[in-house]
């Protein structure tokens, strides 16, 4: 029965030290040119003293045309990889895969008024942030996809481990997987198939811009939790179609900014509907355990990461014991407590998360706001401030978003 504490080879060949990983969160500390910083060092040197096996970074951009935040790291030909590899040093011997990213529509007016998504249509339904997004013609979906090899590439010239294709949490690649955006009727839409089409031509341009030995992942949705979207009967299918690509580590997250279950928002019993049978009463806690259990059906060879909800030792140790999960993602826990991975390596727990009582839009907003505070007060050498107003914290990044976004914008044409 695996533990925590015990080692795990992934099919690439990386040896992660222990099963807690540190999941990708977005940390805008880039400089103004989209570069690594000093912050980034120390920020993920905070993280690897804290413990985990694996750090995931926050989302890497393709290209600079499509930001997620105006201070996103880009690994475009533009990037400077000595810059990369500090980083990565920062880590000493932690593994480190850095996650990439075009973030399609889903990128708000500030940085960029004009985003790309597989079909035009409506933005993103949240207090008018985001714009009405255009749709991507055929050269523009085979650009997106060679950028990934390119991009895989740097980070492996930079020293990192590896590289996770985010195809999660309504990004343009999950874009591309739900009916509810891909409208298309060419090659890149339709059927499931056609609609996971996108997602493995990037699995394959990395893999084949990059050696043997550099592990190349996947986030993906367990759905989309919205009617008309993409479905768990989906995701089975297309966790086999990453199996044959011979993936090293799936992580199973869910949701959108629309239907954030990301943030345990609007979920069900994570126990209920298929694979429930499968899941230990102690795991309840995970938003996504019940797919991870379809998952490990669909993929039994593949290595699978959990990420969402999991608070306390007993649930962890219960799905690595359980079969279905081989590792435990942790995101928000790790921007508030860093040294959270020693403390349940060691046999503890960790302090409960501040909890929001503001509207479902306003809170989540707020909540993931409150969070990238806490991890830009890592990256400058502080300690997280629990007694931040959520609301200070939204208004914060709105601002700042603004004015960097703008004066970004302004700069990139």
């Not at 990565?88 to 593994?95: N, V």
């Not at 297309?238 to 199973?252: C, F, I, Q, S, T």
Request: a neutral charge; proline letters at 6%.
């Amino acid at each position: 029965m695996p533990y925590l504490s015990d080692p795990l080879v992934l099919p690439s060949g990386l040896t992660l030290p222990n099963r807690i990983a540190k999941a990708a969160m977005t940390e805008n500390l880039a400089d103004a040119e989209n570069q690594p910083t000093s912050a980034l060092e120390r920020l993920y040197g905070r993280w690897a003293a804290g413990g985990a096996g694996l750090l995931v970074t926050g989302n890497l951009m393709v290209d600079r045309r499509y930001l997620e935040r105006s201070r996103n790291v880009v690994a475009d030909e533009r990037l400077d990889t000595t810059r990369l590899a500090r980083v990565r040093e920062a880590a000493a011997g932690t593994p480190v895969v850095a996650q990439l990213n075009p973030p399609g529509r889903q990128t708000s007016r500030f940085v960029n008024g004009r985003p790309v998504a597989p079909s035009g249509g409506q933005a993103v339904p949240m207090m008018g942030l985001f714009a009405k997004p255009r749709s991507l013609g055929h050269a523009e979906i085979e650009h997106v996809v060679a950028a990934f090899g390119a991009s895989a590439a740097r980070c492996e010239a930079a020293g990192l481990d590896g590289v996770q294709v985010h195809a999660a949490h309504g990004y343009l690649l999950a874009q591309f997987l739900s009916p509810h955006v891909n409208k298309r009727r060419d090659e890149w839409g339709g059927d499931v198939a056609g609609r996971a089409r996108a997602l493995l031509e990037a699995v394959r341009a990395c893999r084949r811009s990059t050696s043997d030995g550099f592990s190349v992942a996947v986030k993906l949705n367990a759905s989309d939790f919205r009617h008309g979207g993409f479905t768990e009967d989906d995701a089975e299918q297309v966790v086999r179609m990453l199996a044959e690509e011979g993936v090293d580590l799936l992580e199973v997250s869910g949701g959108t900014y629309e239907s954030p279950a990301l943030l345990g928002l609007g979920l069900p019993d994570a126990g209920a509907g298929s694979g429930a049978s499968d899941v230990p009463v102690a795991a309840k806690e995970a938003y996504f355990a019940a797919f991870a259990a379809r998952a490990r059906g669909a993929a039994p060879d593949v290595p699978i990461m959990l990420t969402g909800g999991l608070r306390t030792r007993a649930a962890m140790e219960a799905l690595l014991a359980g079969g279905s999960v081989d590792v435990i993602g942790l995101g928000r826990p790790l921007a508030l407590d860093p040294d959270l991975p020693t403390r349940l390596l060691d046999g503890g727990d960790g302090e409960a998360l501040p909890r929001y009582s503001l509207p479902t839009v306003a809170g989540m907003a707020g909540e993931s706001e409150w969070y990238e505070h806490q991890i830009g007060r890592l990256g400058r050498g502080l300690e997280p401030d629990r007694d931040l107003s959520p609301w200070r914290a939204a208004s914060a990044f709105v601002a700042g978003e603004m004015v960097r976004g703008l004066r970004g914008r302004r700069t990139r044409r």
